[in-house]
């Protein structure tokens, strides 16, 4: 198993670009989630999903878009980048919902908007 | 509103020491409290987790003591070594949200 896989590794972008980091599991587990790391402040949740075709808000969604076609991937949008998206994002799996203890993170994204 | 509260922000042991971390949280819905330990360049790691209706975990040299009424739980690392020199959260979670302290690098010297 590889595990939570996420590419790419790092982005430099320019303010207004868009994206797409990918994520995707092959533990068949049913809710994946999206975090950015900002220094001093821990993980934020962006968005998160409970099924294939399920999605809901985090703490942090504005400027971010999500779905869940499949149950392998979960990939997260940037629609128009801004400065302040700026951060290390990482994709997080867990199975079944509720069982916290069996989440696993994936490597990271490290993104840069100029 | 920071609903988690993590101390100190790092902290430097010297090995074969103990490294004490603590996290204090607001949200009394929290059922499930973990501490994840974060390499750099990498992912964080689930490293020990605790449910509320026990006051102690331990599991080697890591343990986790709780204290439902004051609202806080500590990490403490025993007989700390150099590999174990990281940056640590807290993440208290209820339902399928884990809301992550704003992390304590630790500096275990040889």
């Known amino acids: 198993n590889a595990g939570v896989t996420q590419t790419p590794k790092f982005q430099v972008l320019k303010t207004g670009q868009s994206m797409t980091l990918q994520c995707a599991q092959d533990?068949?587990?049913?809710?994946m989630s999206w975090y950015r790391q900002d220094p001093g402040m821990g993980l934020r949740l962006i968005h998160y999903?409970?099924?294939?075709?399920?999605?809901d808000q985090g703490e942090v969604p504005n400027g971010y878009n999500v779905s869940r076609s499949t149950t392998e991937d979960f990939p997260l949008r940037l629609l128009s980048a801004a400065p302040s998206q700026t951060s290390v994002y990482f994709c997080?799996?867990?199975?079944?919902?509720?069982?916290?203890?069996?989440?696993?993170f994936g490597p990271g994204t490290r993104l840069l908007v100029l | 509103q920071q609903q988690v509260k993590q101390s100190p922000q790092s902290l430097i042991v010297q090995k074969g020491g103990i490294s004490i971390i603590n996290c204090a949280y607001e949200?009394?819905?929290?059922?499930?409290f973990p501490w994840y330990q974060q390499f750099p360049g990498k992912g964080p790691a689930l490293l020990i987790a605790?449910?509320?209706?026990?006051s102690e975990k331990k599991e080697g040299r890591f343990t986790i003591s709780f204290n439902k009424s004051a609202k806080q739980f500590s990490l403490h690392i025993m007989d700390s070594q150099p590999g174990d020199s990281a940056t640590y959260f807290c993440?208290?979670?209820?339902?399928?949200?884990?809301?992550f302290g704003g992390g304590t690098r630790l500096m275990v010297k040889p």
């Open positions: 997080a799996s867990s199975s079944p919902p509720g069982r916290i203890e069996t989440q696993y």
């Open positions: 533990m068949n587990h049913e809710y």
């Open positions: 999903s409970v099924g294939a075709g399920i999605t």
């Open positions: 949200n009394t819905a929290f059922d499930y």
């Open positions: 605790i449910r509320p209706d026990v």
């Open positions: 993440a208290p979670s209820w339902g399928n949200m884990l809301t």
